[in-house]
């Protein structure tokens, strides 16, 4: 069980940290660089940002939070309060995220990936943008509770 418990941890520190990074570089870089385009630029690149990252980023996305959840559950099973609090407070974190994703972010990448297929400026471009940037603070900030807590969890282990 300690081993099973230990890949848990790993895998889940490793994908969460993919999405962290994605987050911690959207919110550093990316969201300055887009204030700085026309609606073109802005559109046609984000729309393809956005095409490529709901396409691929569901599988780090998922792997991070069943092996949080796994971890959570293991370490409860094997008694070891710390882990298991540490990954259980990590995946709330994570399902936080789930949440505003699918509620803000999700809808404006659709909107802009459509207008980019479409090879036209989305109307609203920089209302679109705004709104995606109104969480990107929020969702770094869970992604490092989650990454934490699981890092946490891996040093008591």
Not at 38 to 59: E, K, N, V, W
Request: aromatic share 6%.
């Amino acid at each position: 069980m300690e081993a099973l418990l230990l890949t848990l941890a790993v895998v889940a520190t490793m994908a969460n940290a993919v999405v962290y990074g994605t987050d911690v570089f959207s919110a550093l870089v990316q969201r300055p660089a887009m204030a700085h385009v026309d609606d073109a630029a802005l559109t046609s690149a984000m729309g393809q940002i956005h095409r490529f990252g709901d396409s691929r980023m569901p599988i780090p996305g998922v792997f991070g939070l069943v092996a949080t959840v796994g971890t959570a559950a293991v370490a409860g099973f094997e008694g070891k309060t710390t882990p298991s609090v540490a990954s259980g407070v990590a995946a709330v974190a994570l399902v936080v995220w789930l949440a505003i994703y699918n509620k803000v972010s999700a809808p404006v990448n659709k909107e802009l990936t459509g207008a980019a297929l479409d090879c036209r400026v989305a109307p609203d471009a920089r209302a679109l943008q705004r709104t995606w940037d109104s969480v990107i603070n929020v969702r770094v900030l869970l992604q490092a509770v989650a990454l934490g807590g699981m890092c946490v969890a891996l040093a008591a282990s």
